[in-house]
C-alpha cells in the first residue's frame, strides 16, 4: 500500500468517526451518515454504485424484517436504469443480458423486487 493509500483510509476513518459524532449529537442525520458510510466501505470493497450488507443477527428481531424483504429504493433504481443504459452503450453483452438491463429501462425491478419509496416503512 502506497503512502498516498494509507492517507486517504486514514482520512476516511477520521470522517467517519467525525460523522458518528455528529449524528450522536444531532448535528448530522442518519441519511449523511449512512451516505458517508456507503462511500467509504464502497472504496474499501472497491464497489461501485449502492450495496447493501447484511447482518444476519438482524433475522432474530422482527423489527428488522424489512432489512430481508426483496424490496429497493426508488433512489437506488435510479441508479440501476443509469447504469443499465451505460453498461449496454459500453459493454458487448448476450441476449439474456441485454433482454434483462431492457426490462430495467423499463421500470421493472429485477429478480421479482418491488420498487419503494422507503425501505424502512415496508
Request: net charge negative; proline share 3%.
Amino acid at each position: 500500500m502506497t503512502d498516498q493509500e494509507k492517507i486517504k483510509e486514514i482520512s476516511q476513518v477520521m470522517l467517519l468517526a467525525g460523522l458518528k459524532k455528529m449524528r450522536e449529537l444531532g448535528n448530522v442525520g442518519e441519511h449523511e451518515y449512512r451516505e458517508a458510510l456507503n462511500v467509504v466501505i464502497g472504496s474499501w470493497l472497491r464497489i461501485d454504485g449502492p450495496f447493501k450488507i447484511q447482518k444476519l443477527e438482524d433475522m432474530l428481531y422482527p423489527h428488522y424484517q424489512y432489512k430481508f424483504m426483496p424490496f429497493v429504493s426508488t433512489e437506488d433504481f435510479t441508479w440501476l436504469q443509469e447504469e443499465a443504459v451505460r453498461r449496454i452503450k459500453e459493454h458487448a453483452m448476450e441476449k439474456r443480458t441485454i433482454d434483462h438491463l431492457s426490462d430495467i429501462l423499463e421500470g421493472k425491478a429485477p429478480f421479482g423486487y418491488d420498487i419503494v419509496e422507503n425501505i424502512r416503512e415496508c
